[in-house]
């Protein structure tokens, strides 16, 4: 123990002063497996790394679509003079040629500039007409550092008689333009460069019931997946684990994959000069680094890593500036409107409390005489807040109406300019103004939402526990899914725990599992089979207790919140593909609601069904006593005994009356 303590302690004293390196260094992986031995205690099952085959190379194209690299709106610049800044990732040993823009511009308006600049370099100029469709801007002369590449995109509408009409374009780049680059993709050499910069597909393989700490790495790797490459259209998929000593075959090069293998330190697995695309997690330790700290892959190889692990139990303060959500110091110009869009989701916050209030710092350019402006705040469409631009400076604070904030937020800063009248000029006025960074949400709020899908993920920020019965590979898969959606919505970390038993769970819970799981958390669906009336009695949908269905839930109970996703009977197919039918469209940017339901056959339907009057009655599955099953049977014999007892004793009656009237 003392050795160890000692090591512990190089490793911090070394990680002071030591810069960050690039090549790899075996000692530091076994390193990382040592300290993962002192924090747990050993424990830890014991995997063999499976053989690598080499697959044929094919020819990978790497031609990333907007959609693909995180812009899956497009791009919409505003106004005459509008522009925005473009993260675009290049991948090692691919240098970018040319970025493609499929253009809508507003139609009849003037023969306008596109410019793409990086810093004060101007890198490309292109003409712009009304008819356009296509543009082509080469990217040859830009600066790529740590695999991307910054660059900023503007439009330059000329000015024209501003007693003509309202000066207002709008110039929007489609998600299905794209990048092309030059040279070829190169393999991986060292941990610090297995996760690029752009991946089309992640794979991790687990066999058919992995063990505890394997599942947990999964969890990891999905919620890294999902922060890493939030917006982009890498996909993360759990994969079969192929029987002992059959070998995985080796990704190409924009793909990767993950193992458990707790026989060495975390390394690459791969042939003699392979691609490297496969990587093996030795620990819990080693997953935990690797996909809770800040450029983790960066600090695995070298012999000493920085301690800047994020904290991920750190509540948010009374106040979250636009610098601290990475937002950041905006300029924006523009003759008719000059507009700051910035979006957020309540789980950005770190907490279930929502903001109350917005402060707006900015600045802007004075005013040309018999010129008017005023300054709008809209949250989600609706105006909050409005003033007449009247100084270079403005410092306000407005309240967000609880009814408009949702889960996920927009909150646009406008600025718009008018002339006066008879004020005619030709050529229009360049407006400017600078949104601060320091501008802050106030926090303070309680609970925004009733129990729903609304709340989530915002539950589950920063720490939160999974529950899988039976921990098996179908349900590991299910909850990677979901997690990975959800941390796409936010860029506060996720942090999954999973549990061995329920007893184990602390605060805000994701369970997958079957309707037993389902009765033991109290949720209100947790029957084999029900009924499912509207506010009018009308049955909406019946499943019978022979018939399997999937089901997706949010509700509370024991003061917690609960994800809940099981399924009825042996088959887990309609759970899947409720899963899978759910998050197709949108993410889960498109969820809302608290019940998804999903049936062998029907498609899945997701409803209110808390306080909105819908009912579910559970369907018996007690056998049923003998008066019951009997009743109809009984009641008739009662009724033709009762008959046949008044056949016989009338006529008797009848005579012993006649008798006594004689």
């Not at 769970?505 to 009765?519: I, K, P, Q």
């Amino acid at each position: 123990p003392s050795r160890a303590l000692l090591f512990l302690a190089a490793l911090l004293v070394a990680a002071c002063d030591a810069p960050t390196q690039d090549a790899p260094d075996t000692e530091a992986a076994s390193g990382l497996a040592t300290m993962d031995s002192l924090a747990s205690g050993g424990g830890v099952d014991s995997a063999a790394a499976p053989p690598v085959a080499a697959s044929p190379d094919s020819v990978v194209v790497a031609t990333p679509t907007l959609a693909e690299i995180g812009y899956q709106e497009g791009i919409t610049l505003l106004g005459a003079a509008d522009r925005t800044t473009l993260t675009l990732p290049v991948p090692e040993g691919l240098a970018p040629r040319e970025l493609r823009l499929r253009v809508l511009p507003t139609p009849r308006m003037p023969d306008a500039t596109v410019i793409l600049q990086q810093g004060a370099r101007v890198l490309a100029q292109r003409a712009l007409s009304d008819t356009a469709t296509e543009l082509v801007l080469p990217l040859s002369e830009v600066i790529v550092q740590q695999g991307r590449a910054i660059v900023d995109l503007a439009v330059n509408v000329p000015g024209r008689d501003a007693c003509e009409a309202p000066l207002f374009y709008r110039t929007v780049f489609t998600p299905d333009g794209g990048l092309t680059y030059d040279g070829a993709l190169a393999p991986v050499r060292s941990v610090g460069a297995f996760f690029a910069p752009w991946l089309r597909r992640v794979t991790f393989y687990l066999p058919a019931e992995p063990s505890l700490d394997a599942a947990q790495a999964a969890l990891d790797v999905a919620a890294y997946v999902g922060r890493r490459y939030r917006g982009m259209g890498t996909r993360f998929v759990i994969g079969e684990l192929p029987p002992d000593g059959e070998a995985i075959p080796e990704p190409q090069l924009d793909e990767r994959a993950v193992v458990w293998a707790t026989d060495g330190p975390a390394g690459l697995l791969g042939p003699e000069g392979g691609r490297g695309t496969v990587l093996a997690i030795a620990s819990r330790g080693d997953a935990r680094i690797l996909f809770t700290l800040p450029q983790g892959p960066a600090l695995v190889p070298t012999s000493a890593f920085t301690t800047s692990l994020l904290r991920l139990d750190q509540r948010s303060a009374g106040t979250v500036s636009l610098d601290a959500m990475g937002a950041g110091t905006r300029t924006v110009q523009g003759n008719a409107i000059a507009a700051a869009n910035y979006r957020f989701s309540l789980a950005d916050f770190r907490s279930q409390a929502g903001p109350v209030a917005f402060r707006l710092v900015a600045e802007h350019a004075s005013l040309p005489r018999e010129t008017t402006g005023e300054a709008t705040v809209l949250l989600n469409g609706a105006v909050i807040w409005s003033r007449p631009i009247d100084e270079g400076r403005i410092d306000a604070t407005m309240q967000l109406p609880a009814r408009l904030l949702a889960r996920d937020n927009d909150l646009e800063i406008r600025f718009s300019v008018r002339l006066g009248e008879g004020a005619c000029i030709l050529g229009a006025p360049l407006f400017t103004a600078t949104v601060l960074g320091e501008s802050a949400f106030v926090l303070g709020g309680g609970e925004p939402f009733p129990p729903s899908y609304e709340r989530f993920p915002a539950a589950l920020v920063p720490e939160f526990s999974v529950l899988l019965e039976p921990r098996d590979r179908f349900r590991v898969e299910l909850a990677a899914t979901m997690i990975e959606a959800m941390q796409r919505t936010t860029a506060t970390p996720m942090a999954p725990v999973l549990l061995r038993d329920a007893a184990e769970a602390r605060g805000a819970l994701l369970a997958v599992g079957t309707a037993s799981l389902a009765d033991r958390l109290g949720a209100p669906l947790a029957t084999d089979g029900f009924r499912l009336r509207d506010t009018d009695g009308r049955v909406w949908d019946e499943y019978v207790p022979s018939q399997s269905y999937g089901a997706m839930q949010a509700f509370q109970a024991d003061g917690r919140d609960v994800l809940l996703l099981h399924h009825t009977g042996a088959d887990g197919a309609p759970l899947a593909a409720l899963v899978r039918e759910t998050l197709a469209p949108y993410g889960w940017f498109g969820v809302h609601g608290d019940l998804t339901l999903r049936g062998p056959e029907s498609p899945a339907a997701t409803i209110t069904a808390a306080n909105s009057g819908w009912r579910i009655e559970p369907i018996d599955t007690r056998p049923a006593s003998f008066f019951a099953r009997y009743r109809t049977m009984i009641f008739v014999g009662i009724g033709l005994l009762l008959l046949a007892l008044v056949v016989w004793f009338y006529p008797r009656m009848v005579r012993r009356e006649l008798d006594a009237a004689r």
